[in-house]
């Protein structure tokens, strides 16, 4: 089994700051690109931002130079770093990350996307 857990939601003012967490754990052997999604009350879930296994990183432009998104491989874990929260976070923030599990029988390996259950992030006026 391989799970997928996010931490660290809460209810926080605007312009404060909220770090999530990500944690996988299971039956896997390295982790690829990660990313982040939320999803508000009424509307569809958005991506936020995205990293590579090399670093790379991509940013929605509504959180450009406000989210910062890490990774600790030694860790499998990701974080997703918020500042100058407002209202318009608002919303429940998914972790997704490909992993490498054992492969299926005959191939050499494979990798997986998998989901977290979601954090709540509520930033109040």
């Known amino acids: 089994q391989v799970h997928l857990v996010e931490s660290g939601g809460g209810l926080v003012q605007a312009g404060g700051s909220l770090t999530l967490s990500c944690q996988a754990s299971?039956?896997?052997?390295?982790?690829?690109?990660m990313g982040w999604y939320r999803q508000a009350p009424g509307k569809q879930r958005e991506l936020v931002a995205t990293?590579?296994?090399?670093?790379?990183?991509n940013y929605a432009d509504s959180v450009k130079g406000r989210f910062t998104i890490l990774r600790d491989d030694m860790k499998y874990a990701g974080r997703l770093q918020m500042t100058s929260l407002q209202s318009e976070d608002t919303g429940r923030y998914y972790c997704?990350?490909?992993?490498?599990?054992?492969?299926?029988?005959?191939?050499?390996?494979?990798?997986?996307?998998?989901w977290g259950q979601g954090t709540q992030v509520t930033v109040s006026s």
């Open positions: 997704n990350a490909r992993l490498r599990v054992r492969p299926p029988t005959g191939w050499d390996h494979a990798d997986s996307d998998f």
């Open positions: 299971g039956d896997f052997f390295s982790m690829n690109d």
């Open positions: 990293i590579t296994r090399a670093g790379g990183t």
